[in-house]
């Protein structure tokens, strides 16, 4: 039957079922209200003039209550356009808000700032957390990113045939592809720290996990994507895997960051790369079921330069290609040119 | 007289018959109606009115619960029974229901409703059967999930409130069916235990056990609010696919 791998993407890849899973809330209940907050962000909101000041959180109240005494209702359109342009989201405000989007209140004094708060909001106080930041939305059940959006405007639902959907086994392609619509000049997925000293924000591999997953759910039809999924009989969690609907195959997928972070001045380089080569060994080795992993390299590194491989490392038999190493710029394409071409000047000069 | 009297009988059992039918029906219809309200839906369409008991009746087979079926036929704007337009009239006599806005165009009629204090009235007594609660808990279920995809982006903007949800009801796999072959006013077969609706809705209810190995499956296990929850979805998905 033609629906069953379609039906089976869509059930494995909704977070919303996945987060009610976790809660016990009313799959029904948060459906209604994720529905119509991604209605809401994709009206005429002038992005343009507000930019990255739109940051708020949001804290779902569960249970089918309407409130009579509400500030307002986020659902209606020229109520949150006003807003806007009043700068009610200007810092990052907290909402606390039910499914029929009323507005009970807000809290002016707790800005939530970044995502790590509306992290901590979602641990502390309620289950769920919406955080809206410009055009993306996290969804933060007890501490954990359930799901994540990098652009709400350029996303479909999971399971939607898409004009530019690959098969899973074309995941090297979408990895490519993701890197250079959204992580490439940081379009969609923000990574550096310090730009000008290239120091990378802590943690950037969990940074470059969630955009990608987030990809991949999108752009693979016949396959399901997945994050820190565990390694058959092992505690091991991969980054990010996807199970080929069509034949069940693993893709796994290792993602390594390479370069200084804000926490770590030592500069992650040759060693940490054929860490990550020896830990994608390992899983390829343990995992029972049929599978093909590849190492993905994130360099953040001050020169672009090849990996040192250690030869002692046996390549796995299901090892996919080379790894796929990709040089962060922290220079914009003009500073780039004109760098090239001051350099190339002074070369003729000598 | 005898002879009368004798022949009197069976027509009077089949009147009796059609109208304990027609009551039933009627019943169905104001439940619909008394759910709309406690999700403070302001009115209801004659479209409206007509998708959401289609749903709530090609997927009751789900609950197990026997509803008084109406005939549906494909028609141009979807599956459509012409004994609810009587049924709403009777209804608006009754005082059950009220009309909001009526209006005409190109001879055309397009009218809104919504239940009125003695239609709840009723309403509130009618579960106290519990037959009748069954059925207003499911058409309640089923109001909600259409409640929460009516404003998904990406459908109708040619409609409003409710009847947006056209676009879901021409993916439903029975409609959508006819609709493919081109059966214009053939009748939709919803009593039929295995049309293309219930094959679905079956793989629905199984499809934790289809999840491919290293899930674990316990986890995935769906209730029928969440079985419903994913065949909408579906049906969004399906929609949105058609771009």
């Not at chain 2, 749903?55 to 141009?76: C, Q, T, V």
Request: with cysteine; proline share 4%; glycine share 4%.
């Amino acid at each position: 039957m033609e629906y069953e791998n379609r039906v089976l993407k869509i059930f494995a890849s909704n977070q919303v079922f996945e987060a009610c899973r976790e809660t016990g809330i009313e799959t029904i209940e948060l459906m209604k209200f994720y529905n119509s907050l991604d209605s809401l962000l994709r009206k005429n909101i002038p992005y343009g003039e507000i930019g990255e000041l739109f940051v708020f959180a949001l804290i779902f109240i569960p249970g089918w209550e309407k409130w009579n005494k509400k500030d307002f209702n986020l659902f209606e359109e020229n109520a949150f356009v006003s807003r806007i342009k009043g700068g009610l989201f200007d810092k990052g405000n907290v909402l606390f808000v039910n499914c029929f989007g009323d507005v009970l209140k807000q809290e002016k004094q707790q800005f939530v700032r970044d995502y790590v708060e509306a992290q901590e909001l979602s641990n502390d106080k309620y289950a769920i957390v919406f955080y809206v930041e410009y055009r993306a939305i996290h969804l933060i059940v007890k501490g954990k990113s359930r799901f994540y959006i990098h652009d709400v405007l350029q996303s479909n639902r999971p399971g939607a045939r898409r004009p530019r959907s690959l098969p899973a086994r074309e995941y090297r392609q979408l990895i490519q592809r993701q890197y250079d619509e959204e992580v490439y000049g940081e379009k969609g997925v923000k990574y550096w720290e310090n730009k000008k000293s290239r120091i990378l924000k802590d943690d950037p591999e969990i940074i470059f996990h969630g955009p990608l997953w987030s990809y991949l759910v999108q752009y693979t039809p016949d396959g399901i994507p997945d994050r820190e999924a565990t390694i058959s009989g092992t505690a091991n969690r991969t980054d990010v895997r996807i199970v080929d609907l069509t034949n069940w195959t693993l893709y796994i997928i290792e993602i390594k960051c390479l370069g200084k972070t804000k926490s770590d001045s030592v500069e992650r380089s040759d060693e940490w790369a054929n860490d990550g080569l020896q830990q994608l060994n390992e899983y390829l080795h343990d995992e029972e079921r049929s599978t093909v992993g590849t190492l993905l390299l994130y360099d953040g590194r001050q020169e672009n330069k090849d990996i040192n491989w250690c030869t002692e490392i046996p390549c796995h038999p299901n090892y996919d290609k080379s790894p796929m190493r990709f040089y962060l710029e922290s220079e914009s394409a003009s500073a780039k040119a004109k760098r090239i071409v001051r350099n190339l000047k002074k070369k003729s000069r000598e | 007289m005898p002879n009368s009297t004798k022949s009197s009988r069976p027509s009077d059992r089949a009147q009796s018959r059609r109208d304990n039918e027609y009551f039933k029906r009627s019943n169905e219809i104001l439940y619909l109606f008394y759910s709309a309200d406690e999700l403070n839906w302001p009115y209801i369409s004659k479209i409206g009115v007509q998708k959401c008991l289609y749903l709530s009746e090609i997927l009751s087979p789900l609950k197990e619960i026997i509803l008084a079926f109406l005939n549906f036929i494909y028609l141009y704007k979807g599956p459509y029974s012409k004994d609810i337009q009587n049924i709403l009239d009777n209804l608006v006599a009754l005082n059950a229901i009220e009309v909001v806005s009526f209006t005409t165009t190109d001879g055309n009629s397009y009218a809104d409703y919504r239940i009125t204090e003695p239609g709840k009235y009723l309403v509130q007594h009618l579960v106290s059967y519990l037959v009748e609660k069954e059925k207003l808990d499911w058409i309640r279920t089923v109001t909600k999930v259409i409640d929460a995809y009516k404003d998904s982006y990406g459908l109708s903007t040619q409609y409003e409130g409710v009847d947006k949800i056209i676009d879901l009801v021409y993916q439903e796999p029975s409609f959508k069916d006819l609709k493919k072959r081109g059966a214009k006013r053939e009748a939709i077969p919803i009593e039929d235990r295995n049309n293309l609706t219930m094959n679905l809705v079956n793989f629905l209810k199984k499809v934790d056990q289809r999840l491919p190995p290293g899930y674990e499956k316990d986890r995935y296990k769906l209730d029928l609010e969440t079985i419903l929850l994913l065949f909408f979805e579906y049906l969004y998905v399906e929609h949105l696919s058609e771009g």
